[in-house]
């Protein structure tokens, strides 16, 4: 893979991920708890996650040859749905609406739902984990964007150990900014996502 596409990959996983967008919910779900039940739930959930991004990104092409929907139409939508989530990130929807998701949990243990699903292998990142894959072919590509994966879900896990650290130097400003910046960046990858697959179609340049 070459150097650039390993950095869109990373970026676009990161954005969709939202370590700092996530650190916060995981801080609200665990209110009360020791740091040991933190590590576990923390530990569990993005092992979860991670479990299954890999498995989309590895089937997830072939699930869609099986039911008729080709790459490039996947591109477009995928591009469609990321551009939506940009648009929430940029209007600040997009948390009001994972802590609304967060809090309808009263379990004891929140790491499968709603961290692992949908907080952290939702929509958006199944949508993401496929395009990537199918944007770099090959055994190769898919242990890069994998591995890519893999390490993003590393920071996503040590967020969830510093979320109270983070909260503190960040604040509830400091969090909306980088939310807004991050939510342009994807804006600007789904756009380019959607001009893959039309260029798939042949209906571009």
Not at 1 to 11: G, N, P, Q, Y
Not at 72 to 90: C, N, S
Request: charged share 15%.
């Amino acid at each position: 893979m070459e150097s650039a596409a390993l950095i869109t990959t990373f970026v676009t996983l990161l954005i969709v991920l939202d370590p700092f967008a996530l650190a916060p919910l995981f801080l609200a779900l665990t209110r009360g708890m020791d740091k040991h039940m933190r590590r576990l739930i923390a530990i569990r959930s993005c092992l979860m996650g991670a479990i299954l991004l890999c498995l989309f990104g590895a089937f997830g092409e072939a699930v869609l040859g099986f039911i008729g929907i080709s790459m490039p139409a996947f591109r477009i939508a995928g591009g469609i749905l990321l551009f939506l989530t940009a648009l929430d990130m940029l209007f600040q929807r997009r948390t009001a609406r994972r802590e609304d998701t967060a809090g309808q949990e009263d379990h004891d243990d929140p790491s499968i739902f709603p961290l692992a699903i949908p907080l952290i292998a939702g929509p958006g990142a199944i949508a993401t984990i496929i395009l990537l894959t199918g944007e770099n072919e090959g055994l190769y590509g898919l242990a890069w964007v994998l591995g890519t994966m893999l390490f993003v879900m590393l920071l996503v896990f040590i967020s969830f150990l510093s979320a109270g650290l983070l909260e503190k130097a960040l604040g509830k400003t400091g969090i909306a900014v980088v939310t807004r910046v991050l939510g342009m960046l994807l804006a600007a990858l789904a756009v380019q996502f959607v001009l893959d697959g039309l260029r798939g179609f042949g209906l571009t340049g």
